[in-house]
């Protein structure tokens, strides 16, 4: 397992590129958010990430980032090795900070996958992609230090200033089947989440509608989730978006692989 410094270096440094992606895990399971929810998918999960959500249920791969580092060949054998499934989500960490991923997406469809893209929408990178689904950052995920899981607010300003940028969500919008899956910690979210639809519709030549913008209740438990998951399907109603359950959460809570 090379150490944190190893993913965040490699995964800065263009030399890397042609040498493969740390790979943080590879599991089968049903893909439990979005509007794909319950289809059986193979998860590849890189690690590293350029933001640092407070709530981030994948710690191992945005504060503490681990994983071992392989070729695309092995990642595509073990995504193979799954002969059922014919839908394949990379997620992360944040998955496009690494241009391996373009390498990777494009022998998944030409292997005929179908390929979600879990990002946080702000690295456009051209790929082929079936669906984004992009989880845009609210000021609510903003680590503070007061709710810093590791530090007392290092990563505070570098967040706050990176989380959001218009450009890349507005290309990926463009360029890609797309949804806008908004994790909700509470209702003072949704002033925000309105504000960064309009921006999206009036920067994109995309028909955005309001069933392509998902509400997501935040928790990474179920405990947490019996703390959110009702007033969020409530706010969903009230401002006409969709809601989307977290399935894996409510199967399995938090097991490792799932
Ligand atoms: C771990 S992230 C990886 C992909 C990408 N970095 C992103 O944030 O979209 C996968 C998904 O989990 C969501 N997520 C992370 N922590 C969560 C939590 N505590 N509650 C609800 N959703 C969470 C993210 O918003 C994103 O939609
Ligand atoms: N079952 C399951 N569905 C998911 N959908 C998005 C996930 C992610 O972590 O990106 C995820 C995950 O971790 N597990
Ligand atoms: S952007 Fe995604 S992976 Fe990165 S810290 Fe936030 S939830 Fe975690
Ligand atoms: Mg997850």
């Not at 944190?4 to 790979?23: C, F, K, M, N, Q």
């Not at 230090?145 to 607010?153: A, H, Q, S």
């Not at 998902?214 to 928790?219: D, Q, S, T, V």
Request: proline letters at 5%.
């Amino acid at each position: 397992m090379p150490v944190a410094s190893d993913v965040e270096e490699r995964a800065t440094d263009d030399d890397a590129s042609g040498e493969g992606l740390p790979i943080n895990e590879v599991f089968y399971s049903l893909q439990g958010e979005g509007t794909l929810a319950g289809v059986p998918s193979v998860f590849v999960r890189t690690s590293g990430c350029n933001l640092r959500c407070w709530f981030c249920d994948s710690y191992h791969t945005s504060w503490e980032p681990t994983g071992a580092w392989r070729d695309v060949d092995s990642i595509i054998e073990e995504v193979q090795s799954h002969e059922q499934a014919g839908h394949v989500v990379l997620t992360g960490g944040e998955p496009l900070i690494h241009e391996e991923s373009v390498e990777l997406l494009e022998r998944l469809a030409a292997d005929g996958y179908h390929t979600t893209v879990e990002t946080n929408g702000t690295i456009y990178r051209d790929a082929p992609i079936d669906l984004a689904s992009i989880s845009p950052k609210l000021a609510s995920s903003t680590p503070t230090p007061d709710r810093d899981p590791k530090g007392d607010g290092e990563w505070e300003e570098k967040h706050e200033e990176n989380r959001i940028d218009m450009d890349a969500l507005s290309r990926m919008v463009d360029a890609y089947e797309t949804q806008l899956k908004f994790v909700v910690t509470d209702e003072s979210d949704l002033s925000e989440i309105t504000g960064l639809v309009e921006r999206v519709r009036a920067a994109t030549a995309t028909t955005v509608a309001d069933d392509d913008v998902l509400l997501m209740p935040e928790g990474m438990t179920r405990e947490q989730l019996d703390g959110t998951r009702s007033k969020v399907a409530e706010l969903a109603m009230e401002y006409g978006y969709r809601y989307t359950p977290r399935l894996h959460v409510d199967l399995w809570n938090d097991a490792p692989g799932t």
